[in-house]
C-alpha cells in the first residue's frame, strides 16, 4: 500500500486549503441554525402605535372607534397646541393623531363620516396606512349595519364583534405553512463546499500523480499500472469519506434529533450520493489543469456557477422558468430537489421522487468520470 500511503501524505501536505473551508462552514452553519432557532420562537403580532385621540363625537361611533383602536394601539391625548404635536411626532412619542369631529355619528349615517376624520402623520411615514386601514375597516363596517336600519348602539356592538374576529389560513402544501428545520438549512449548502473541498483536495493529490517525472518513475516500478490505481482510487475514496464524515458530525451536532429521523437519513445519502459526484468532479478538472492557480480557478468556476444556477444560493422560486430548465443540466439542482422533497416526506415510501434525484446525481458522477477518463486516454495516446 505505498502509494496509498503517499497519498495520504499528499493529502495531508494540502490540509489547509480545505480545512479553512471546513471550518468556514461551520461558522456559517452555526449562525443560520441560531438564527433558524430565534425565528421559531418569534410569533406574528400586529404593530402597536401610539395614538393619540381628541374625540368629540356625541353619539355611540366615535367611542366605539377609539375602543377599537384601543385594542391593538396606545392611545395617548393629543398635545395642547401645534407646536407640541410636532414635538411628539418628532421625536417618535406619537405616531398619528386623530381628532373625531362633533357630528360624526351623523355623518357616518349619511356615508360622508371618513371625509371628515382628520389625521396627522409624518410625512413619509408608513404609520398612516397602517392606522388609516384600521379605521377604514371598522368604519366599513359600521356602515354596512346602519344602512341596513340599526341603531347605533346595536351597530357598535355587531362592528366590535366582527372586528374581533380572525380569518383561518390553509395552505395548499404542509411545508408552506410550517418553518423549516435546521437540518434543511445545514444540507442545503453542502454542495458548495463539497464541490470546493473535493476539487481542491482530490484534485492537488492527483495533480501530484500526474506530474510528468513523478508519473515516469511510477511507470518504472516493480508495482503493476492497475495497482497503482487501485490505491489511487482507494486513496479517493477515504477522502471522500473523511470529509463526508467530518461534515455528519457536523450536523449531528448542530440539527440535533433531525439527524435521526427519516428526513434526517434521507439527508444524509442525499449529501453522500453529492459527495461522490464532487469526487467525479475533481476528477475531470484534474485532467485539464496544469497548475495549482487553474485548479484553484477551476474549484470557482464550477462550484460558484453550479451553486447559483442550481439554486442552492438562489432559491428556486426566485429563478425563471429558462433558468430552471438550463439548470436541470447542473447536479446541484437535482440535489436542491431532493432536499426540498425530504421535507414534505414521513417515510421511506414516500419518498420516490428523492430517490429519484439521487439516481440522477449518480449518473451526473458517472458522466463526469466517463468525460476525463476520455481525457486522459486522450492525453497518454498524444503523449506516446
Known amino acids: 500500500m505505498q502509494v496509498f500511503k503517499v497519498f495520504c501524505k499528499v493529502m495531508l ?14 461558522i456559517i452553519s452555526i449562525a443560520v441554525s441560531r438564527s433558524v432557532q430565534e425565528s421559531k420562537v418569534m410569533e406574528f403580532s400586529k404593530v402597536s402605535l401610539k395614538v393619540a385621540v381628541d374625540n368629540r363625537d356625541q353619539g355611540e361611533l366615535g367611542g366605539g372607534l377609539v375602543s377599537y383602536l384601543k385594542e391593538y394601539n396606545e392611545i395617548k391625548k393629543v398635545p395642547k397646541n401645534q407646536e407640541a404635536v410636532k414635538d411628539a411626532m418628532y421625536y417618535q412619542e406619537i405616531d398619528y393623531v386623530l381628532l373625531i369631529p362633533e357630528d360624526f355619528t351623523e355623518k357616518i349615517r349619511e356615508g360622508t363620516g371618513e371625509e371628515i376624520l382628520e389625521g396627522t402623520v409624518v410625512p413619509g411615514s408608513s404609520t398612516a396606512y397602517l392606522i388609516e386601514n384600521e379605521i377604514k375597516q371598522y368604519l366599513d363596517t359600521a356602515s354596512m349595519y346602519l344602512r341596513a336600519g340599526m341603531d347605533s348602539v346595536s351597530a357598535v356592538e355587531l362592528t366590535k364583534e366582527d372586528m374581533q374576529q380572525e380569518a383561518d389560513v390553509n395552505y395548499l402544501e404542509k411545508s408552506d405553512g410550517e418553518s423549516l428545520p435546521v437540518g ?7 454542495p458548495y463546499v463539497f464541490m470546493v473541498v473535493m476539487i481542491l483536495g482530490l484534485g492537488a493529490v492527483m495533480k501530484t500523480f500526474r506530474d510528468k517525472d513523478l508519473s515516469a518513475r511510477n ?5 503493476s499500472f492497475f495497482n497503482q490505481n487501485v490505491q489511487i482510487i482507494l486513496g479517493c475514496i477515504f477522502f471522500t469519506l473523511v470529509v463526508y464524515t467530518l461534515f455528519m458530525v457536523m450536523a449531528l451536532c448542530l440539527t440535533g434529533d433531525y439527524f435521526f429521523s427519516i428526513k434526517g437519513l434521507l439527508s444524509a445519502v442525499n449529501a453522500l450520493v453529492f459527495s461522490i459526484c464532487a469526487a467525479s468532479l475533481a476528477w475531470l478538472c484534474v485532467q485539464f489543469v496544469r497548475s495549482m492557480e487553474e485548479l484553484n480557478a477551476m474549484s470557482n468556476v464550477f462550484s460558484l456557477s453550479f451553486s447559483f444556477l442550481g439554486g442552492v444560493f438562489v432559491s428556486l422560486d426566485l429563478m425563471s422558468d429558462g433558468v430552471r430548465q438550463a439548470a436541470k443540466f447542473i447536479p446541484s439542482y437535482w440535489y436542491v430537489i431532493a432536499n426540498n422533497e425530504i421535507q414534505k416526506v414521513e417515510s421511506f415510501a414516500e419518498a420516490g421522487s428523492v430517490y429519484q434525484s439521487y439516481l440522477v446525481v449518480l449518473l451526473f458522477a458517472l458522466a463526469f468520470f466517463a468525460v476525463g477518463l476520455l481525457a486522459n486516454r486522450m492525453k497518454l495516446r498524444t503523449a506516446q
Open 13 to 26: 501536505k494540502h490540509k489547509t486549503q480545505f480545512l479553512m473551508y471546513i471550518v468556514i462552514y461551520m
Open 184 to 190: 434543511f438549512h445545514f444540507f442545503r449548502y453542502l
Open 219 to 223: 511507470k518504472c516500478s516493480a508495482m
